[in-house]
């Protein structure tokens, strides 16, 4: 196919050279690059076009190369050749979707971490545990008469007791990498006129909500979403938290108070210039996920303003203290999202290793030594889907389908 528009040979592998590209007629000047399989991205022959990037170019050399028998590649399907020819496990598969989708450099670090195998390598040595662990119990259950250790298939049961305190610990991680994928997320509360979408439009550096002196101006969620010193952070502003019969300044009341119950961190906003703390219905949100903000010093702060320790004094008006209050964000993204050991990034991983974890449970509790080594294969079958090994199609579909157009 790459012959019959270049009208010459292929180059020697993995040199870049310059050729001509035909259709009817000449196309372009650019650059070919050939990979012979399987010492390539998907084990298979790939040639790589480099051309001049307008439309028509576009255009023609697709039409030029569909004539010659090609066509447009699906959805992530570069990198699904790629895993079925033995070139990545699922992870990695997955990780070149969030290397491309990543904005932040937490988000690119925790996506090249995975890249590079290391949650396919933690899940692969879990599993070659538990295959040591089914080879052992098998051998005691089919071998009796043999000569083999005293006490083998208590020594399972402990390691595999051992191996699922691992795993729990694997998961007891508050979700860092699923969040550090989808942002750390920061509600922005307070009573109405206390400066919230103003500060929220101080911190992100655009309009992203309507400013007004009317109270209750904001009714719904606005959200918007920054990189923060590297780390994705997603602030809410919320609607101005009081009592009030508008049914629909109510209902952004509630759903309010239903962000902040699921928010990463809060910031409860109170006008400095006002009053000397946060109003009651603000400060039922205070505790260790939360930061008190005064707003508005630029009107000067009233006597004794705020006597609870911890406080920031900003102002969205003159962007006094905007920069301290940033980094405390940022400080409170990184302790939630930052870490060396790999994390899983996703639903389909963490129910993978509960499925394994509740399959070793079983197994300490099994009656018959055959329902032990079942429930060890079982187990190790969950770790097999995680990265791949056996037949999931279903999954790979799901997987797929995230990637951009001939990725």
Request: proline fraction near 5%; hydrophobic fraction near 45%.
């Given at each position: 196919?790459?012959?019959?528009?270049?009208?010459?040979?292929?180059?020697?592998?993995?040199?870049?050279?310059?050729?001509?590209?035909?259709?009817?007629?000449?196309?372009?000047?650019?650059?070919?690059?050939?990979?012979?399989?399987?010492?390539?991205?998907?084990?298979?022959?790939?040639?790589?076009?480099?051309?001049?990037?307008?439309?028509?170019?576009?255009?023609?050399?697709?039409?030029?190369?569909?004539?010659?028998?090609?066509?447009?590649?699906?959805?992530?399907?570069?990198?699904?050749?790629?895993?079925?020819?033995?070139?990545?496990?699922?992870?990695?598969?997955?990780?070149?979707?969030?290397?491309?989708?990543?904005?932040?450099?937490?988000?690119?670090?925790?996506?090249?971490?995975?890249?590079?195998?290391?949650?396919?390598?933690?899940?692969?040595?879990?599993?070659?545990?538990?295959?040591?662990?089914?080879?052992?119990?098998?051998a005691a259950i089919d071998f009796p008469e043999e000569d083999l250790p005293d006490g083998l298939l208590a020594g399972v049961a402990t390691d595999a007791a051992v191996l699922a305190g691992e795993l729990r610990r694997h998961l007891d991680d508050g979700?860092?990498?699923?969040?550090?994928?989808?942002?750390?997320?920061?509600?922005?509360?307070?009573?109405?006129?206390?400066?919230?979408?103003?500060?929220?439009?101080?911190?992100?550096?655009?309009?992203?909500?309507?400013?007004?002196?009317?109270?209750?101006?904001?009714?719904?969620?606005?959200?918007?979403?920054?990189?923060?010193?590297?780390?994705?952070?997603?602030?809410?502003?919320?609607?101005?938290?009081?009592?009030?019969?508008?049914?629909?300044?109510?209902?952004?009341?509630?759903?309010?108070?239903?962000?902040?119950?699921?928010?990463?961190?809060?910031?409860?906003?109170?006008?400095?210039?006002?009053?000397?703390?946060?109003?009651?219905?603000?400060?039922?949100?205070?505790?260790?996920?939360?930061?008190?903000?005064?707003?508005?010093?630029?009107?000067?702060?009233?006597?004794?303003?705020?006597?609870?320790?911890?406080?920031?004094?900003?102002?969205?008006?003159?962007?006094?203290?905007?920069?301290?209050?940033?980094?405390?964000?940022?400080?409170?993204?990184?302790?939630?999202?930052?870490?060396?050991?790999?994390?899983?990034?996703?639903?389909?991983?963490?129910?993978?290793?509960?499925?394994?974890?509740?399959?070793?449970?079983?197994?300490?509790?099994?009656?018959?030594?055959?329902?032990?080594?079942?429930?060890?294969?079982?187990?190790?079958?969950?770790?097999?889907?995680?990265?791949?090994?056996?037949?999931?199609?279903?999954?790979?579909?799901?997987?797929?389908?995230?990637?951009?157009?001939?990725?």
């Amino acid at each position: 196919m790459v012959s019959a528009i270049t009208k010459k040979p292929l180059p020697p592998p993995r040199y870049a050279a310059r050729r001509r590209f035909w259709g009817p007629d000449a196309i372009d000047d650019g650059l070919l690059l050939w990979f012979p399989g399987p010492a390539s991205f998907t084990g298979e022959d790939v040639a790589e076009l480099h051309v001049h990037g307008g439309r028509a170019v576009y255009r023609a050399l697709a039409d030029a190369l569909a004539a010659a028998g090609g066509r447009p590649a699906e959805p992530g399907e570069f990198t699904r050749r790629a895993f079925h020819n033995g070139k990545l496990d699922l992870t990695q598969a997955e990780a070149i979707a969030d290397l491309v989708a990543a904005e932040t450099e937490g988000q690119r670090r925790q996506a090249l971490r995975q890249l590079d195998g290391a949650l396919g390598q933690l899940y692969e040595g879990w599993r070659a545990r538990l295959i040591a662990m089914s080879a052992r119990a098998e051998a005691a259950i089919d071998f009796p008469e043999e000569d083999l250790p005293d006490g083998l298939l208590a020594g399972v049961a402990t390691d595999a007791a051992v191996l699922a305190g691992e795993l729990r610990r694997h998961l007891d991680d508050g979700g860092r990498g699923e969040r550090l994928r989808e942002g750390f997320h920061v509600a922005i509360l307070g009573a109405p006129n206390a400066g919230k979408s103003s500060l929220l439009n101080a911190l992100v550096g655009r309009a992203a909500a309507i400013v007004h002196e009317t109270a209750g101006t904001t009714r719904d969620i606005v959200e918007a979403a920054i990189d923060l010193n590297g780390w994705p952070v997603v602030f809410s502003d919320t609607a101005g938290l009081r009592v009030t019969a508008d049914p629909v300044e109510a209902e952004g009341v509630r759903r309010a108070q239903e962000r902040a119950g699921q928010a990463d961190l809060k910031l409860l906003i109170f006008d400095g210039s006002t009053q000397a703390e946060p109003d009651a219905a603000t400060m039922v949100f205070a505790g260790p996920r939360a930061l008190l903000v005064a707003n508005k010093s630029d009107l000067g702060l009233v006597a004794g303003s705020c006597s609870i320790s911890g406080w920031v004094r900003v102002s969205a008006a003159t962007g006094e203290g905007l920069g301290g209050l940033a980094g405390q964000i940022a400080a409170a993204a990184a302790a939630a999202l930052d870490g060396s050991a790999p994390a899983p990034t996703r639903l389909r991983h963490r129910m993978a290793v509960e499925t394994c974890i509740q399959h070793l449970d079983a197994m300490c509790r099994a009656s018959l030594p055959e329902l032990l080594v079942e429930d060890l294969r079982l187990a190790a079958r969950a770790l097999a889907a995680a990265v791949g090994r056996i037949d999931i199609e279903d999954v790979l579909d799901a997987v797929f389908r995230e990637f951009c157009i001939g990725k």
